[in-house]
C-alpha cells in the first residue's frame, strides 16, 4: 500500500505577507455605509441591498454572508435602550398603558430601522475585516467557496 504525502510548502517572507485590515476601521467605514476598503464608495444600492462591488476600488462585495447577525444585534441594541428606559419611567411616574404604548412602540421602531443599515454595514464590514467568507485574497486550498 501505497502512502501519498502531500507537497511541503516553504513559508518565506513573501508568501506570508498579506494585506493589513484594521478591523475598527473597516467597521466604522461600515457602519457608516461605506466600503470597508478605500472608505469612500457606497456598500449599499437598496435601504438592504449591498452592491454588488465598490465603485471607487472595485472590491467584490458579493462573498459577504450578514444573513441574520445584523437584525439580531439591532434587536439587542434597541431592547438595552428601551426596556430600560421603559422601566426607569415605569417606577418613577406610572404613566397609563396606553401612553406607555404611544411613546415606546413608535421609539423602539425608529430605533430599529435607523439602525438596521448601519449595523448590516458594520458586519460587512467586519467581514472583510477578518477575511471571512470570499474576502479572503488567498483562500486556503481544499475548502469549496460558499
Given at each position: 500500500?501505497?502512502?501519498?504525502?502531500?507537497?511541503?510548502?516553504?513559508?518565506?517572507?513573501?508568501?506570508?505577507?498579506?494585506?493589513?485590515?484594521?478591523?475598527?476601521?473597516?467597521?466604522?467605514?461600515?457602519?457608516r455605509s461605506r466600503c470597508p476598503r478605500c472608505?469612500?464608495?457606497?456598500?449599499?444600492?437598496?435601504?438592504?441591498?449591498?452592491?454588488?462591488?465598490?465603485?471607487?476600488?472595485?472590491?467584490?462585495?458579493?462573498?459577504?454572508?450578514?444573513?441574520?447577525?445584523?437584525?439580531?444585534?439591532?434587536?439587542?441594541?434597541?431592547?438595552?435602550?428601551?426596556?430600560?428606559?421603559?422601566?426607569?419611567?415605569?417606577?418613577?411616574?406610572?404613566?397609563?398603558?396606553?401612553?406607555?404604548?404611544?411613546?415606546?412602540?413608535?421609539?423602539?421602531?425608529?430605533?430599529?430601522?435607523?439602525?438596521?443599515?448601519?449595523?448590516?454595514?458594520?458586519?460587512?464590514?467586519?467581514?472583510?475585516?477578518?477575511?471571512?467568507?470570499?474576502?479572503?485574497?488567498?483562500?486556503?486550498?481544499?475548502?469549496?467557496?460558499?
Amino acid at each position: 500500500m501505497a502512502v501519498i504525502t502531500p507537497p511541503t510548502q516553504t513559508w518565506s517572507r513573501e508568501t506570508g505577507l498579506v494585506e493589513k485590515r484594521d478591523v475598527w476601521a473597516a467597521l466604522k467605514r461600515g457602519f457608516r455605509s461605506r466600503c470597508p476598503r478605500c472608505g469612500e464608495g457606497k456598500l449599499f444600492r437598496a435601504f438592504l441591498k449591498v452592491d454588488n462591488n465598490c465603485s471607487v476600488c472595485g472590491l467584490d462585495f458579493t462573498p459577504h454572508r450578514a444573513d441574520d447577525l445584523p437584525a439580531y444585534l439591532v434587536i439587542v441594541i434597541v431592547g438595552h435602550i428601551v426596556v430600560p428606559t421603559a422601566l426607569i419611567i415605569e417606577t418613577n411616574f406610572s404613566p397609563p398603558v396606553w401612553l406607555q404604548l404611544a411613546i415606546y412602540l413608535p421609539i423602539t421602531l425608529i430605533l430599529s430601522l435607523l439602525l438596521l443599515q448601519p449595523v448590516k454595514g458594520a458586519v460587512v464590514g467586519l467581514q472583510w475585516a477578518l477575511r471571512m467568507h470570499g474576502f479572503d485574497e488567498n483562500p486556503p486550498e481544499g475548502i469549496p467557496p460558499v
